[in-house]
């Protein structure tokens, strides 16, 4: 389903769709790539959206609309994402797109099996520090310089895979970059009755691991911290394991479902 002026949504069957992913500022779709793949080889099926205007050309970056389109407004983006998934989906989202996931979770009242929340930029009552990134409400913001890029996106990656991701980031809405960075996002986490999983990174600059832990732990979610990983956790070396954890934690969500649905787990995870 592609809307010109909404969200794009890349669909990769395997059966019912059941995962949706989100991805984070400046990235895309493409983000979810591999592991869209990677589920559908283990029986899973998925959506992974673009946030509107993430899939056009530069011309579209530049309207009011856009400029002043926050995190909030993303949220809309997740939820026609979570419409078209079918009953019940596991919503994922990284970083922006991971606030964007849990917002959605806590304020639509819309049924989900589970949340998983990578790195993800934090409600205001969990927010630290500022993160001190220049930011023009004026003007669209990044991509950053390839080195700095690299350093907050992707820092584990090798040259050429850095070199590739830079090639496809695009600049970002300076408001949603705003309250990305200065933790201004109220969200009633008290609403949440979703099953969680959050992860966070020992070496995350964007969003710092001790307070991606005091967000797990205030909403009561599952928690892992991945040591020496920096913010680009979904795209880094060591997805894979990552991924893998996912699924064990997802096949545990989705086993009382299976009984009532006469599902197999086996079938589910591969």
Do not use: K
């Amino acid at each position: 389903m592609v809307n010109a002026h909404g969200p794009s949504i890349t669909a990769l069957d395997a059966g019912r769709p059941r995962l949706v992913f989100v991805h984070g500022g400046c990235h895309g779709s493409w983000q979810w790539t591999h592991w869209q793949r990677w589920f559908a080889d283990r029986g899973w099926s998925s959506l992974a959206v673009d946030w509107a205007h993430h899939d056009q050309e530069p011309g579209h970056r530049n309207t009011p609309e856009w400029l002043h389109r926050g995190l909030r407004e993303v949220t809309g983006d997740v939820a026609a994402a979570v419409r078209a998934a079918g009953p019940a989906p596991i919503l994922i989202g990284h970083s922006m797109g991971g606030f964007a996931a849990l917002n959605h979770a806590c304020s639509s009242g819309a049924w989900l099996t589970g949340l998983v929340l990578l790195t993800p930029v934090l409600p205001s009552g969990y927010g630290g520090e500022p993160v001190e990134l220049e930011v023009d409400p004026d003007r669209p913001w990044g991509p950053p310089p390839p080195e700095t890029a690299r350093e907050l996106f992707y820092s584990g990656t090798g040259d050429r895979l850095a070199a590739e991701y830079f090639r496809r980031l695009q600049p970002e809405s300076p408001r949603a970059v705003w309250e990305a960075t200065r933790w201004t996002l109220e969200v009633d986490t008290s609403a949440l009755q979703v099953p969680t999983f959050v992860v966070g990174a020992e070496r995350d600059l964007l969003t710092p691991a001790p307070r991606v832990r005091e967000l797990a732990h205030g909403i009561g979610a599952d928690y892992a911290e991945l040591p020496g990983a920096g913010h680009g956790v979904t795209l880094d070396p060591g997805w894979q394991a990552l991924a893998a954890r996912i699924e064990t934690w997802m096949a545990q969500q989705l086993s009382t479902e299976n009984e009532e649905h006469g599902w197999s787990r086996t079938t589910l995870s591969g």
